[in-house]
């Protein structure tokens, strides 16, 4: 009988120990865009296959503040999770920024999303050291330099007022390396800031550019990527730890069908966002194919001013060896 009633309690306190689970999910993805319908999308999907156990509360468009303040609401449990870019991913796990170290894969996209692929499980267990769950990354597409002043070469750049992250190592480095000038500002500041002359240069990739009506201000867009951005949508550890492991799986599931598919609508957008830009009077312009040695050097600058202080050499030569 005593052993009955122990295996009772147990069971008791094992079944309650996971129960129905709300993640808010705070995103600067506007609703209503590719992204937002997909998440929209998984959301529904998730409370099919939990049986509405678990669910998706969204806060769409950076109501919850930008990226480094949804991590601080995450942190003392307002929020559970988000899509994060660069920099914050960065500084949540540094090494994940090798995929967008410069000059790596230029345009070839399928060089790029193959290496993530590969580097994702090394990736996945750094975000769960610091305390995040990856559902999924993002492929935001390639990076251009888009100014109000004709830049014709790589040389050209030098002395070029680029807007920055503030606190953004990588890019930083890389602004170094071609001797142009960090203009630190947050990015509501950019396109006031490109009409005054505060700077003459930013840098996204097209689908950003024209949300965030960039073009209307700049004349140029360098045809020659910088990088390949990515994101990523964690989850905290604390409230992922709450969710039995069966749904835990089908989520993982999900989410990968989910993220790989507006991956594809992602790449399709970025192709006609080019289009919408030189529709709208934006001249592309190309560098000499001499540039691509001066952006390997650049390049090799760039990877000294961070390795094993941002990105560790293990990475690095991980990367290295994929992208080649």
Not at 151 to 174: H, P
């Amino acid at each position: 009988m005593l052993k009955k009633i122990l295996f009772g309690i147990a069971l008791m306190t094992a079944t309650g120990a996971f129960g129905a689970q709300q993640i808010k999910l705070a995103v600067l993805i506007p609703e209503g865009t590719t992204w937002g319908n997909s998440l929209k999308k998984l959301s529904k999907e998730i409370e099919t296959a939990t049986n509405n156990e678990v669910s998706f509360k969204i806060y769409y468009g950076g109501v919850s503040g930008d990226e480094p303040d949804v991590v601080r609401k995450i942190r003392i449990g307002q929020l559970h999770g988000g899509v994060f870019t660069g920099k914050v991913l960065g500084d949540l796990f540094g090494d994940v920024r090798a995929m967008e170290i410069p000059f790596t894969f230029y345009d070839n996209k399928a060089k790029a999303s193959a290496t993530l692929a590969k580097l994702t499980p090394q990736f996945n267990q750094g975000f769960k050291k610091k305390g995040f769950i990856n559902l999924g990354f993002y492929e935001i597409g390639h990076v251009y330099v888009v100014s109000t002043k004709k830049i014709s070469n790589l040389e050209e750049l030098k002395g070029v007022k680029m807007w920055s992250w503030e606190g953004d190592q990588l890019v930083e480095a890389m602004l170094e390396s071609l001797g142009l000038v960090s203009v630190p500002l947050a990015i509501p500041d950019v396109l006031s800031s490109l009409s005054t002359g505060i700077i003459n240069a930013a840098y996204a990739p097209p689908l950003a550019i024209l949300a965030l009506q960039w073009h209307t201000k700049i004349k140029y867009l360098v045809d020659f990527p910088t990088a390949n951005s990515i994101g990523a949508l964690l989850v905290s550890d604390k409230i992922w730890s709450k969710i039995k492991p069966e749904h835990q799986q089908k989520i993982l599931v999900l989410s990968k069908t989910f993220v790989d598919d507006a991956n594809i609508k992602n790449a399709i957008e970025n192709d006609v966002a080019r289009s919408q830009l030189k529709k709208s009077g934006v001249e592309f312009i190309s560098f000499p194919k001499a540039d691509y040695i001066k952006a390997a050097a650049a390049r090799d600058i760039v990877i000294e001013k961070v390795k094993d202080k941002y990105i560790s050499s293990n990475v690095i030569q991980m990367l290295n060896k994929e992208a080649k």
